[in-house]
Every structure is written in C-alpha cells, then in structure tokens.
Nanobody
C-alpha cells in the first residue's frame, strides 16, 4: 500500500506565501508523475500543477508565475511553493501521485490540506 501525507496549509494574508509538502511512503517502486489539485467550495477539483520525475513541470494558467512545484525524488516528496497568494486561491489542496506498476499504473491522493487566503 501507499500513503500520502500532506502538510503546510493554513491561513495567510493576500500577497503572502505558503509551502505545501506531500510525502509518499509504502510500496512506491517507481513514480510516473506527481501533481497538486485544489477544490474550492462549490467548485470542481482542478489541476494546479504537475511534475515528472524528470523535472518537467506544467501549471494552470491561474497560478503560473506565482506557484512553483518541485520534488525530492530521494524522499518521494513533492512540494508546492505558493507566492503572491490571492483570496481566489482559497481551497483544499490535494497531492496526487501516479505510480508505475508491473502492469499499468496506479494513482493515489493525499488527504487534503486547507489553504485560506484572507485578511
């Protein structure tokens, strides 16, 4: 089994910064890619950023230039650095790991961490 444990959420003022982390443990073997999603109240879950183990990144247009996804492969951990936060960034943030298996892939979600941007 694989477990993802998130940390780093909280309350921050507009313009502030936070760093989220997500550490995976268990039968990982090989990671295909990692990602962060978020879900605001009353809205669908949306993709925020992705990163492959090779370091290729992609971002949602709404966070490009403000958020940075990076990873530590040796620790099976992915991070999301969030700068210049806006009230519309308020959401529950979820990490996501897509793992290679002997046949196909298998995906896992973190438990979610609340990020609230408010003055």
């Amino acid at each position: 089994q694989v477990q993802l444990v998130e940390s780093g959420g909280g309350l921050v003022q507009p313009g502030g910064s936070l760093r989220l982390s997500c550490a995976a443990s268990g039968s990982i073997f090989s990671i295909n890619y990692m990602a962060w999603y978020r879900q605001a109240p009353g809205k669908q879950r949306e993709l925020v950023a992705t990163i492959t183990t090779g370091g290729t990144t992609n971002y949602a247009t709404s966070v490009k230039g403000r958020f940075t996804i990076y990873r530590d492969n040796s620790k099976n951990t992915v991070y999301l650095r969030m700068d210049s936060l806006k009230p519309e960034d308020t959401a529950v943030y979820y990490c996501f790991f897509d793992l290679r298996r002997p046949v196909g892939t298998q995906s896992y979600w973190g438990q979610g961490t609340q990020v609230t941007v408010s003055s």
